[in-house]
């Protein structure tokens, strides 16, 4: 697809007026800007002084790649995995963002009033000074990151035998792309791509493939059946580091946190719903699944064809309540199937998670806590209305969302 200057200046005003409307700020105050360039200068320095502190381990010998979307500009994330007698041990690193955005900076403050990033196709409104969150936050191959480490020993069972949760310092190997690290499941030549990071893709894919069918099993819900394996490896590690997070927030601590919670539709919600996905064609829903709707989605979706998957995915989500952040959990992850959930792996583009950093490891819990939590769920809500709202918008204007990432809306 191409676009023309007078479409991408149509583009770019809609995108001007969205902001508006749903109150999304576009600027960074001077002082939260003061501080990324003081963070920024020398701070390969910086890295190296504080690597040398004792709390903080030094991983940087542990094989390490990252795998994103081809637009990605920063990467938040990043794995290691060694296979064991009777399970794996998987390590998520995730970018220690919490060491330059404390409570005391304007970077926090900032965050907080935003809550989250924007993601509309072609333009990114970051929580983060995107000059700060794509250097020194960003986990980038063969330079020294600060990161805070999820270490899980996990079994054959695909149950935890062990977890530690430390500030620790990282190297990542490689920074392959989801096109790429499905080029190598497929045993393509990819170039950089050496022996140990094939096989640690590969030992990667094995647990997460694992951890995906097992949480169908269970009952954990998946609307996206076709979803590459590269995918795959990064939505079910990232997933057990969360559990991991927040088990250990509840269950070793008892600590309030921004757990993520999703609460249930009705019987007579899911009654409806389940009939509207039963008087599609070619769709059967088993009669011993009625009663576990999940099961039954899932099941459902496994032989829909495009577009009565596009059906049931609709019949679902208009059911489904929206998921918050509270100071508890309890109640859950419906969706998930999770007793307990929360998230602490995008600081950079989520408050939640920048919060969960600091309590984990500081013990520090916002007396303002409950207030955050439901501003949090709001911002949220506020970025999924604009991009659903521009989205639509683009399809009127026989536009293609996808193809549109490909231009830089509003850069000279």
Known sequence: ?????????????????????????????????????????????????????EYRRDLRDVLTFTTDPR??????????????????????HIADVSHYVSPDTELYKEAKRRGTSVYLPGYTVHMLPPELAESVCSLVPDEDRLAHTVRMDINEQL?????????????????????????????????????????SIEDAYELADALHESRKEDGSLVLNPARDRAHTVVEECMLKANKAVTHELMWDRGVEAMYRVHPQPTPDQWA??????????????????????????????????????????RAVLYVMPRAKYMCDPFGG????????????????????????????????????????????SERGKIAESAEREFKNWLQEQGLDPDQLEDYKIGED
Request: charged content about 35%.
């Open 159 to 199: 149950s935890f035998d062990d977890v530690e949760i430390f500030k620790s310092v990282v190297r990542s190997d490689k920074r392959l792309t989801y096109t790429e690290t499905e080029a190598v499941l497929n045993g393509d030549d990819v170039e950089g791509v050496l022996p140990g990071i094939r096989v």
């Open 272 to 313: 409806d719903a389940l009939q509207e996905i039963q008087d599609l064609d070619g769709v059967s829903i088993p009669a011993d699944k009625w009663d576990k709707p999940r099961h039954a989605v899932n099941e459902a979706i496994e032989n829909a064809g495009e577009k009565e998957l596009r059906k049931i995915r």
């Open 71 to 92: 637009r990605a500009q920063d990467f938040d994330d990043a794995i290691s995995i060694e296979p064991r007698d009777e399970g794996w041990r998987l390590w998520v």
């Open 1 to 53: 697809m191409t676009v023309d200057e007078e479409t991408l200046d149509l583009v770019e005003d809609k995108i001007d007026d969205l902001l508006e409307e749903y109150e999304i700020p576009d600027e960074y105050p001077p002082g939260a800007l003061d501080e990324v360039e003081e963070i920024t200068t020398d701070y390969e320095s910086a890295i190296a002084d504080e690597a040398e502190e």
């Open 333 to 376: 992850h419906y969706a998930l199937n999770f007793d307990i959930y929360g998230h602490f792996t995008s600081p950079i583009r989520r408050i939640a998670d920048l919060v969960n950093h600091r309590i984990v490891h500081d013990g520090d819990v916002p007396e303002d806590l409950q207030d955050l939590a439901t501003h949090a």
